[in-house]
């Protein structure tokens, strides 16, 4: 097993490499077209490859993950690269409305800061941090998800995604002795799980509160099959997010919620292993997987075996999160369809409502795979969240 381990390292990091080489400092899109990865398209102000969107820092986050592994100083530079591009794009003010600032940050600065001690993304990390906070509303206790704080169609609103941008504000808490960061995490975190957990033990994907008043009003769906269906990523989000988070914050709730997110995603997996987009489908269904929820559940489910208190099912969390490792491996890498692709993963799924990204690889999946990969193969790996 550990062999099979192993040799998908070396085959992820091989295609890396080859990535740094074809685009250099630009970025390619969210998802590849027909299995590889064209270039980010121009929109507005930024050229054709530029630093946009919520999933930039996937990149960055790969060659960090591959420095670790290897040493190699091609990673190395090509992630201070990329941290500069970052310290440009939060001084400059370029496309900062979205809680992503926590995904796009973790990855690109605070990861070279803890792993070299760069101060220059240290200084980006603490101002990504404090955009973030911009976005907390006192009165609902939650941060905004997307758009301008003033778009009535966006106000009061947040998503499960969130809960992987919270430690962005836990680390800016660490560094400046500030409370004020981890205060709203301790806030935001908590009305997720009241409110994002569904009895049944499924999440909601998004979910409205009045901005003025703080009433919690309503849950809903963007990217899954229905507001009440239970949207695979977002579950797999909810596995990893909550148990971070209760580590971030202290509160049991989360790691709860971890639990039951963890229990429910594995009781509704089909055959293969790797669910499909919506978790209301199983086996006979004719729709596309999502491999990249799969990626992250791995991910997921390895954090929760470090810190679930009952050794059984500790061990019972870990298994689960290395099956899920292997069935992608066995059948959702170029290698294993022996097809050529500069994605790392196979048969994602962006957002089926919208027809975007269907069935193709994505910067998200490759990079939570190639994290699963370096978690159990290196299971005292410190993370960057």
Not at 34 to 41: H, I, M
Not at 211 to 234: F, H, I, K, V, Y
Not at 339 to 362: Q, R
Request: proline letters at 4%; charged letters at 25%.
């Amino acid at each position: 097993m550990t062999d099979v381990l192993v040799r998908a390292l070396d085959q992820a990091l091989a295609t890396v490499r080859a990535n740094v080489e074809a685009f250099g400092t630009a970025y390619p899109d969210d998802c590849t077209v027909a299995g590889r990865y064209p270039l980010r398209p121009a929109a507005g102000e930024f050229a054709e490859g530029a630093n946009r969107g919520w999933t930039t820092s996937f990149v960055p986050g790969q060659l960090w993950l591959g420095y670790e592994l290897t040493g190699e100083d091609l990673f190395r530079t090509a992630g201070l690269a990329h941290a500069v591009n970052f310290s440009d794009r939060i001084f400059g003010r370029k496309d900062l409305d979205t809680h992503d600032l926590g995904f796009l940050y973790t990855l690109a600065s605070v990861a070279p800061w803890r792993l070299l001690g760069d101060q220059d993304a240290r200084a980006a990390a603490l101002e990504a941090a404090d955009r973030l906070m911009d976005r907390f509303l006192e009165s609902a206790g939650i941060v905004q998800a997307w758009g301008d704080l003033s778009d009535p169609a966006q106000r009061g609103r947040t998503i499960i995604d969130s809960l992987m941008n919270m430690p962005l504000l836990a680390w800016a808490s660490e560094q400046t002795g500030d409370p004020h960061y981890v205060a709203a995490v301790r806030r935001h975190t908590e009305q997720l799980a009241i409110h994002m957990m569904r009895a049944d033990d499924t999440t909601f994907h998004t979910f409205y509160w009045d901005a003025d008043t703080g009433e919690p009003l309503r849950g809903a769906t963007e990217q899954g099959a229905a507001d009440d269906s239970c949207w695979a990523r977002g579950q797999a989000w909810g596995i990893y997010g909550f148990a971070l988070n209760h580590q971030l914050t202290g509160n049991d709730d989360l790691l709860t919620a971890s639990q039951r997110c963890a229990d429910r995603f594995l009781r509704h997996l089909p055959a293969d292993g790797v669910p499909f987009w919506d978790l209301i489908y199983g086996d006979g269904d004719d729709q596309p997987r999502d491999s990249s929820s799969a990626a992250i559940a791995a991910c997921g489910l390895q954090e929760l075996a470090r810190i679930e208190p009952e050794p059984e099912r500790a061990a019972a969390y870990l298994h689960a999160g290395e099956q899920l490792l292997l069935d992608l491996i066995a059948g959702y890498t170029p290698a294993a369809e022996g097809v050529d692709s500069d994605a790392l993963l196979l048969h994602s799924v962006y957002d089926l409502p919208t027809d975007n990204g269907v069935d193709e690889g994505c910067l998200w999946g490759d990079y939570f795979y190639l994290e699963a990969l370096m978690r159990y193969t290196n299971p005292d790996w410190r993370r960057y969240w």
